[in-house]
């Protein structure tokens, strides 16, 4: 038997002592705004089929209250207060309550670890899901506004502020329903506390204010909601101060850009957990 020199056989030692190919590169994380849309439009699927039921709740209820508040306020200022406290509730039901529990079991049942595997920024997850449930908002508080001011007897002819108001004060009440979610500890906490702030929503947005004690006058500011009630309300009159409106929703904007920050911090503090 011949023994035939391992240099010359082909793919032999020489072969193996040649340095291997590099590893592959990871690809880049997604950009913020092409994440963002496609977070939107699966949250926007999801609930689709899950939510739709309770937008019709959110809306037969302040529908309800408009019907109810008919025999207490006959018209004038506090008539536009409870037709814009009721549409304004639409939004809180939906963006504020039901995104509070969605983050709230998604965090319990484990979710956040799939969304942590995908190479999405946190604040694409938190905006996402903020604008599909914000999203679903649109036809109950436009619905509302509609029958609360045929209801009412008041001018429709400035409806259109909605298309500044919804996004708005959606923004401010998701990040904050997002927020709950997310830091509470349990779910049941993040359904309590989305359940605690639309009921401060429903008092303090709804009833007039000039009817209200000093103290919870002071509790009303506090809620981002109440501008975009008086945003809506200040717009029902035949002059309206549209410095006042848009002081307004500047708040709700600033309000929004603060809640969402401090829901995507607590998307992050979550994930790693």
Known sequence: MSVVPAEVLPGGARAVEEPGREAAELGPRARLWPALAAVYRAQLSRARVARIPLLFVATFQSIGILIMMRGVVDGGSEAESVVAGSSVLVVAFVALNLLAQYFGQ????????????????????????????????????????????????????????????????????AGLGAAFGLLAPRPELATVLGQLGMSAALLLGVLPADRMPEVVRFARDLLPSTYGVEAYARTFGGHPDWAFVLGDLAVCALVGVVSLAVATWAYRRAAVR
């Open 106 to 173: 998604l965090r319990s049942s484990g979710g956040l670890d799939h969304y942590a595997t995908l190479p999405v920024p946190p604040a694409a997850v938190v905006l996402g899901a903020a604008g599909a449930y914000a999203s679903f908002t649109v036809p109950g508080t436009v619905v509302t506004a509609v029958f609360g001011c045929v209801l009412f007897g008041l001018p429709m002819g400035n409806l259109w502020i909605l298309v500044a108001v919804i996004p708005l004060a959606g923004a401010a009440l």
